[in-house]
DNA sequence: CGCATATTTGATAGATTTCAATTTATGTGG
DNA sequence: CCACATAAATTGAAATCTATCAAATATGCG
């Protein structure tokens, strides 16, 4: 990737598949000032109470966002791909921020918070695009609260597969493909598992033939298959809306007061 | 409770506790229309797949929001007490909703979605201020995520404990105590641990002095201690903020454009 | 080639679940 | 205010899944 230079399109992309802007808008985000970074696989690109004054764009590869427990165990609470804004909502909780480690090579945009906030002050459909977000970040994290305690192993690391399978629109049919660079020891800090029981559970993934997860790449031969057996219902992803279904809220119901 | 009439002034209370707003936004809160409901402890008041069309303010009792299983299990992935709105999201995601249960008898409000986008639309603050909410509501969840993967029983119960504490303002100190209405099944619900295991954690936490969990209210005989054992560290919870730290974006920056 | 990282395997220990019953509260109608 | 039905809390024993400990084998990279 070195060399390449990366815009905001990824992430204005993923907004707009979910919320209705005007072209104006759209191009106010591209607008938006951004800094270039490239960050090693594995590497903490932000650290812990360090008070962030901008918010991380992922437009290439794939990023953890973590706690860390005083014994120094990691548990990743989310993944972000290209597209995603792992700590948007530090722009309007400037002190709630988590650690990311890229979990593969991958390029950021940082983009400033008072650019953000200027652009979410001009234009309420953008903030209003970005309070979304956020909220389809929760009930993905809610997901994962119903993931780590109702499902045993191989069914956690299912139905993360079947996530982001969806994020990666590579859903549906036969012979799913995506990238996922993540370590066992990863994946187990991802499901709440060991790195050892993970290395089983994948194997045991693999004699039912339900998931191949190897060389940081994950093959899906039956979606279906893999689907039912994870109890995975990708309707809180909020993926692939009509754009019909894409709302906006801002000027709908500006006229009546009731 | 019978007969009471309840108004929004808890639910302003908690948005004016972490964002900032004029008089003039929070009487435009208070004057949003409202239905009251009574709710008997564990009945479900929302249920899934119903397209909602208002939020549920919580004004007395508590709430659990949750998600079920194929097999009719059910995992509670947020409590919601007084001045709580379980579903605010659901303004910005209209179909991204989860079943609510009452866990004590409770009195909510409901709010009509489209007063709530129309006061969001007139007032920037005030949208500011729901996306705020949401985004704390995503930090308790990813909490969450850490708590039933990286603790073990007695520790996951004293870290709902503590969180709960603070959340009622009773943190600190000795001799601390709050209304707990969750049955034992119900712990176990929130924390991923069967009602029979909870039992013996409970009564362990008791053994060791560090909480009292029964009839419906806890008692923490010393706070630092039971903090300390359940490794609970409170900033995520955005409480006790002093007037100057808590935000509003939307005209702080509006004036230069970088 | 050789160190560091990642994956794999085996054996054992432990925490939690499951299954089954019993006891103890709580609530309601007569 | 008691009797009954129901819900909640409690206890015991056995079964499981997962963690832990320890080591061997691959893999990647300078």
Redo the contacts with the bound molecule.
């Keep these: 990737m070195t060399g390449v230079n990366f815009d905001l399109q990824p992430f204005v992309g993923l907004l707009t598949s979910r919320s209705r802007l005007s072209k104006i808008e759209e191009d106010a985000l591209l607008a938006l000032p951004t800094q270039q970074i490239e960050v090693n696989?594995?590497k903490d690109f932000v650290t812990p109470d360090q008070t962030v004054d901008h918010v991380s764009v992922v437009v290439d590869g794939v990023v953890g966002r973590f706690s860390q427990m005083s014994d120094g165990e990691r548990q990743i609470t989310a993944l972000h791909i290209t597209g995603d804004a792992p700590d948007l909502h530090t722009v309007v909780l400037h002190t709630d921020t988590y650690p990311l480690q890229a979990l593969s090579n991958a390029t950021i945009l940082r983009v400033p918070h008072g650019a953000l906030r200027t652009i979410a002050a001009r234009y309420p459909a953008i903030a209003e695009a970005f309070w979304r977000h956020c909220s389809v970040d929760t009930a993905i994290t809610a997901q994962w609260v119903v993931n780590v305690?109702r499902?045993?192993?191989?069914?956690?690391i299912s139905h993360l597969l079947c996530e982001m399978a969806v994020r990666y629109e590579a859903d549906g049919g036969t012979d799913v493909s995506f990238p996922f660079p993540?370590?066992?020891?990863?994946?187990?800090e991802a499901t709440?598992?060991?790195?050892?029981?993970?290395?089983?559970?994948?194997?045991g993934l693999a004699e039912q033939g339900l998931a191949f997860v190897?060389?940081?790449v994950v093959r899906i031969p039956d979606w279906d298959r893999l689907a039912e057996y994870a109890e995975f219902d990708a309707r809180y992803l909020q993926a692939k809306l009509q754009p019909g279904e894409r709302l906006r809220i801002v000027d709908q119901a500006s006229a009546k007061v009731r």
């Design positions: 696989r594995h305690t499902r045993d192993s191989r069914m956690r993540l370590t066992q020891t990863q994946i187990g709440g598992i060991t790195s050892v029981h993970v290395n089983r559970s994948v194997k190897a060389d940081q």
